[in-house]
């Protein structure tokens, strides 16, 4: 039974590149969330689809970052350009409905 | 907004003992779902329990129960029989009910678990 599948699970990269974390939800499952980790804000938020459809993006710090979910089996979120400060590590969950979330295994990524 | 609030940053337990963990939320809601996730040093968040709040009875799972104590918004977790794997960050969650949907997941700031053999 595959679980929410993350990728990469590290990222190091350097300020102003390009970064792309995907996802791939648990078959089945109509809700994605992406998550972001760090030690002074904890886990927030990002952006939220139901149906392949965003439903909250309000969570996604500024226009450098932005989330896409083309079909019911995949979702990126990428950030252009990348900052320091974007450093974290960064959830992916699924989940369908009136059932709890499932979690990958996470990206940590860090910008130098 | 609803928010989460775990007033323990750190804990400790010695193995074999028992050890509850708390957890205070806010919310003008009366439907609701409630969660405490568990993170080992791999990162990986696992469930631990989940509560419905219409729910009066608590839930319990294995050596893991709560205590939902619905007037007061507190949703405490007791560890009994601690083990050394339990040692890891534990999250308490709180999730919006909605019959059009899935809802996010607002946690708490996490409290930290060590287990003393």
């Known amino acids: 039974d595959a679980g929410v599948i993350q990728s990469p699970r590290h990222e190091v990269t350097e300020m102003g590149q390009e970064v792309t974390l995907r996802c791939k939800p648990i078959?089945?499952?109509?809700?994605l969330f992406w998550y972001r980790q760090t030690m002074m804000r904890g886990l927030e938020l990002l952006i939220y689809?139901?149906?392949?459809?965003?439903?909250?993006d309000s969570g996604m710090p500024e226009d450098r970052f932005s989330a896409k979910m083309p079909n019911a089996s995949f979702s990126t979120l990428k950030i252009q350009p990348s900052e320091p400060r974007d450093s974290a590590v960064y959830f992916c969950?699924?989940?369908?409905?009136?059932?709890?979330?499932?979690f990958g295994d996470g990206t940590r990524l860090s910008i130098l | 907004a609803q928010t989460v609030t775990q007033s323990q940053p750190e804990m400790s337990v010695q193995e074999a003992e028992t050890v509850t963990l708390s957890c205070t939320y806010d919310t003008s809601e009366s439907d609701y779902y409630l969660f405490w996730y568990k993170q080992p040093p791999s990162r990986q968040m696992i469930l631990v329990i989940r509560?419905?709040?219409?729910?009066?009875q608590n839930a319990t799972e294995n050596r893991f129960s709560v205590n939902f104590q619905k007037a007061a918004k507190s949703f405490s977790l007791k560890i009994s029989d601690s083990q050394l794997g339990d040692a890891a960050m534990y999250f308490c969650a709180y999730r919006t009910y909605r019959n059009s949907g899935n809802t996010p997941l607002v946690f708490g700031k996490g409290t930290r678990l060590s287990v003393i053999a």
């Open positions: 078959s089945g499952h109509n809700s």
């Open positions: 969950a699924s989940s369908t409905y009136g059932q709890p979330q499932h």
């Open positions: 509560q419905e709040a219409y729910k009066q």
């Open positions: 689809f139901n149906n392949n459809v965003p439903i909250d």
